[in-house]
């Protein structure tokens, strides 16, 4: 008995999928990807953090993040050997593999289209288990952001989807990634288009919309619809509030500008040695928290605790300078672990720190909760110089809009001090510079990349060997074919048009039984190959580098063999930039 194959109808089939991604306009298309992406890194993120906080509750009393419960001589042994056993693991992971975190995610979206590799993935997923379960100081949604953004290219690169599409899909699994760790759908998509993508379409906003909100509701299946922090209802008090959130925003963006250049500085000097890198880390981070134990960790219940003015002075102040330098030593020492978090961690100690010093003087002030949380939006927004991304998460996390206006002029005070006064960049950009890492936007660029080779290309064409005989070339000329992809050596070399060979044969000058079409007058293209999953972009960097001026599409279905399936023009790319 035979068996039956069901066959899908041609509208369902991969191919065709494929082929309506290849244009930014197909929005069903790629709605589709994004509740893939929010599925696909929602599963990753949750695996991630689970493998994070269950040894930890076993071990430590109160909780997965209660470092401080423990003895004192613990704050030490616990980053120290961690770094030992994170330093031993990476050196079995070959150097290509080891890069991880938003500045590879980054680098991969500028250079390879968003093709990012499963083996750093996976280095990433356990590298970072390791750092943060050994209490290294560094959040946990660095590493979720390429969990996200990777397993979400993976699952295109899978799939055979054109390379504009993958792009969509980093920008969703970022989004979601955000969304997952924070418990904030909104911030993740602003925190995607502003730091990751960095561009706002109405296209690609809905993918990114869709894969935060999917990502998001996976989460709160296991931790409930509790943002990460705890914050109590909050609102500025009375315009005496003003000044003192003015004063906030200078002192934020002054920390944010200690903060990154201390990163920059101790890269500098770090030693060669990856080993004794992890060791230096986990040496610093250990002996600082012999003295404030609240720097270890993810360090939530350190904000919750400053969002209800449960830390003393002394408290606030030793965890802010700590953070800051073990925080700027790990992330320098190339740890695998994220640095949003303890950003926040900052941002809130200092608020707490301005609020007690204030309140001496003006006991009218609002209550610590709102400078606190004044505090952790401008650090954020300052360190990321992505302020709409910081003020969006302030609102999620407070659910108040009555602190909207006093978070947008902190924030843009913030970014201000540290972009104009200090010079300051994103800080994934500074890292990106740190490790000659080039990363250029431009709206060219941008646009291109949004588009697949296969939404413009011309499919009517014939492919042909350079001498033809007399009947072919009548044969050619009258079948309607726009271009004609002409072999030299059995390899694609020019294009004409059949209308300039048509031209040729009807002014009787063939005189002979075979025909050069290198020879004939007629406007030729030289040609070179690029794949059907290439973005516009790609398209055009190739015109440039090679000196071309067509593409012919290559459908690869064997190595070393040419499958053309289109034509792709200079004027082609300008015209759709025009348009």
């Not at 004794?276 to 939530?300: D, E, H, K, N, S």
């Not at 390899?491 to 063939?510: M, V």
């Not at 790609?538 to 190595?559: C, H």
Request: hydrophobic content about 55%; charged content about 10%.
């Amino acid at each position: 008995m035979k068996r039956q194959i069901i066959r899908l109808p041609e509208y369902l089939s991969i191919g065709t999928f494929r082929r309506q991604l290849a244009s930014i306009n197909s929005t069903p298309q790629f709605a589709l990807l994004g509740v893939a992406s929010g599925l696909v890194t929602g599963i990753v993120v949750l695996a991630f953090r689970k493998l994070v906080e269950v040894p930890l509750d076993r071990f430590l009393p109160g909780g997965p993040e209660n470092f401080e419960g423990l003895s004192w001589y613990y704050y030490f042994l616990f980053p120290f050997f961690g770094a030992i056993v994170l330093a031993a693991f990476l050196t079995l992971v070959k150097p290509e593999s080891r890069t991880v975190g938003v500045v590879h995610v980054l680098n991969r979206l500028a250079r390879h289209q968003g093709h990012l590799p499963a083996r750093n993935l996976m280095t990433q997923f356990f590298a970072g288990i390791i750092a943060l379960a050994s209490g290294q100081s560094g959040g946990r949604e660095g590493p979720a952001i390429h969990l996200g953004a990777a397993g979400s290219s993976l699952l295109g690169q899978y799939l055979g989807l054109p390379n504009n599409s993958i792009r969509v899909l980093v920008g969703c699994g970022v989004a979601a990634a955000i969304s997952a760790s924070f418990n904030t759908p909104a911030a993740g998509v602003i925190f995607s288009m502003e730091v990751i993508i960095m561009e706002y379409t109405i296209a690609g906003f809905i993918p990114v919309i869709l894969s935060a909100v999917v990502a998001a509701l996976i989460l709160q299946v296991f931790y409930g619809s509790v943002p990460a922090f705890d914050v109590p209802q909050v609102s500025m008090g009375s315009f005496a509030d003003l000044p003192i959130v003015l004063v906030e925003g200078i002192l934020i963006g002054s920390i944010a500008a200690v903060f990154v250049k201390g990163i920059k500085v101790l890269f500098r000097y770090a030693p060669a040695q990856l080993w004794l890198r992890m060791m230096v880390a986990g040496t610093v981070t250990g002996a600082f928290a012999v003295l404030a134990p609240q720097i270890l960790g993810v360090g939530y219940d350190t904000v919750n605790a400053a969002l209800i003015g449960e830390l003393s002075f002394v408290v606030l102040l030793a965890v802010c300078v700590f953070k800051i330098l073990a925080t700027a030593t790990t992330v320098a020492m190339g740890m695998p672990v994220g640095l949003i978090g303890p950003t926040l961690i900052i941002g809130a100690s200092a608020g707490g720190l301005l609020w007690m010093a204030a309140s001496l003087f003006m006991p009218e002030l609002s209550s610590p909760a709102f400078y606190v949380m004044l505090g952790m939006g401008a650090m954020m927004g300052a360190v990321l110089q992505a302020p709409l991304a910081a003020l969006m998460a302030v609102m999620e996390l407070t659910h108040n809009p009555n602190i909207i206006l006093p978070a947008m002029l902190v924030i843009v005070i913030a970014n201000i001090t540290a972009s104009q006064l200090f010079g300051l960049k994103s800080v994934f950009l500074v890292q990106m510079d740190l490790m000659d890492l080039e990363f250029q936007q431009n709206p060219l660029s941008m646009t291109l990349n949004r588009a697949s080779v296969a939404s413009i290309m011309e499919r009517n064409f014939e492919r042909v060997a350079v001498n033809v005989s007399l009947d072919e070339a009548q044969n050619l000329a009258q079948g309607g074919a726009h271009w004609l992809l002409v072999d030299v050596a059995q390899t694609p070399s020019f294009i004409l048009r059949t209308e300039d060979l048509a031209r040729f044969l009807d002014s009787g000058k063939e005189g002979e039984e075979n025909i050069n079409l290198a020879e004939i007058p007629a406007t030729r293209k030289d040609v070179c190959a690029i794949l059907l999953q290439a973005t516009l972009g790609e398209a055009y960097d190739s015109l440039k580098s090679r000196g071309v001026q067509a593409l012919y599409v290559n459908r690869i279905t064997a190595p070393l063999m040419d499958s053309p399936v289109g034509i792709v023009t200079a004027e082609d790319i300008e015209s759709y930039y025009q348009s």
